[in-house]
């Protein structure tokens, strides 16, 4: 199997359909089955930053040193979690109290096959399988605590009461379009997927959906809605689909408009998780392809294989920081691999999911490096409201038959380790 895992595939699937949609020039200002209404979509702007330099790079020696070592961290312990059938995975993670955290991911799964979609609750002694209703795969979730679970399956979404899941289907039996992300903040759903017309915006409340914007171009992978403000994070193709660049849409939701963010060109840039601290400080990771997907640059036709070209490349980490005039890349003590998740405490305690099990912490001045574990993939990472704890998911040997998930928790008390 490529080294692209299955799950960057999905991504990258979606992607190549919506860079031919960009790069061919067609945009459909539609999309969406019968079900689901369409709201009036403003104009998506170039930009909501002040003019700014074009890409500001953090090098000073706050920033953090290039390391080729990580130490083990003695803090993190694995903990047991529901034992699922081999082959599987935990791929997300949220946390909304100490005695509140969901897990999701997969179980009895092949290296061609991500499996049957499993979910897992912690209740503050133990973890419990979580009966979930027929899904088509997770495509991202989100809660705000025991009665107010949602996920995203690959066309439709399923609300947690506290007592039992609702399902709803906003494209009614249609199977073009595709969620990737879910976020809920404040009892409003915002939900992110792509169809053929490329990726979209639906927000939802009271159990009605409606599009806040149909059909653009780009990838959109992750989305990050509190405090009013909600962000997206993905890719897009560079001018003549000369390869990827990164990609963030911003919206203040009273108002319902998106518009894309300044960011720095990174050739072969992609984000794949967004956290906000608040509207002036967010992060967003990723990873660059080395390379940048150029094989066919000045070929429109080919801007889909621009992308699958660069799948068996090496990728080094992506850093993105907004601190409410621009966004900057960060320099930060890993050289290689992509970057997974971010969650964060406060400015001065951010915490990014690395290569293998790597986990990156920021403290506000500098950025150090420590291994979560031995062996193994973290895919995930979550701040634990309460607590100066993190929780972090992932697997051994992931996506291949021999796969096997773990939990990890790591303690914050007293000096670190």
């Known amino acids: 199997m490529p080294a692209m895992k299955i799950a960057q595939r999905a991504v990258a699937l979606v992607l190549c359909a919506s860079l031919a949609t960009a790069c061919s020039g067609e945009r459909d200002g539609g999309g969406g089955g019968a079900a689901a209404k369409a709201s009036p979509t403003p104009a998506l702007g170039t930009g909501t930053t002040p003019a700014a330099p074009a890409h500001q790079t953090d090098t000073s020696p706050t920033s953090g040193e290039k390391s080729t070592r990580v130490v083990r961290s003695p803090r993190w312990k694995q903990v047991r979690s529901v034992p699922l059938r081999d082959a599987s995975w935990l791929v997300d993670v949220v946390a909304t109290g100490p005695d509140a955290a969901w897990a999701v991911g997969y179980e009895d799964g092949a290296e061609d ?55 709803r289907r906003p ?6 379009e595709r969620f ?41 992978n992750a989305i990050a809605f509190r405090a009013g403000h909600a962000w997206i994070v993905g890719a897009k193709s560079r001018e003549s689909c000369a390869g990827l660049t990164p990609m963030v849409l911003h919206s203040r939701q009273k108002r319902s408009s998106w518009k894309e963010m300044r960011l720095p ?23 660059i392809i080395k390379g940048g997907g150029n094989a066919h640059e000045g070929d429109p036709s080919s801007c889909p294989d621009a992308y699958e070209s660069a799948e068996d490349q090496p990728t080094t980490p992506l ?99």
């Open 265 to 287: 060109d990174i050739p072969g840039g992609s984000l794949r998780a967004v956290a906000q601290v608040s509207p002036t400080d967010v992060w967003a990771v990723g990873e």
């Open 113 to 167: 096959n991500e499996g049957a979609p499993v979910m897992q609750r912690w209740n503050g002694r133990t973890w419990s399988r979580v009966p979930l209703p027929p899904l088509s795969g997770p495509g991202g979730f989100d809660a705000t605590g025991p009665d107010d679970v949602w996920l995203a399956g690959a066309s439709e979404v399923s609300h947690w009461d506290g007592r039992r899941w609702a399902v």
């Open 319 to 417: 850093v993105l920081h907004w601190d409410g005039r621009l966004w900057r890349q960060m320099t930060v003590p890993l050289t290689e691999g992509s970057l997974t998740g971010v969650t964060a405490f406060g400015p001065d305690d951010v915490w990014v999911a690395g290569h293998e099990s790597v986990l990156l912490h920021f403290d506000g001045r500098k950025w150090t490096a420590e291994s979560a574990s031995d062996r193994g993939t973290v895919k995930a990472v979550a701040a634990i409201p309460g607590t100066k704890d993190l929780w972090a998911v992932g697997a051994i040997d992931e996506w291949t038959d021999q796969g096997q998930d773990f939990v990890l928790r790591r303690d914050g008390r007293g000096p670190r380790g």
């Open 180 to 220: 990737s992300d879910v976020s809920v903040h404040n009892g409003q759903v915002l939900l992110i997927g792509s169809d053929e017309s490329g990726s979209f915006v639906m927000s939802g409340e009271d159990g009605e959906f409606e599009f806040q914007f149909p059909g653009r171009a780009g990838a959109f």
């Open 171 to 176: 494209f009614g039996i249609s199977e073009d």
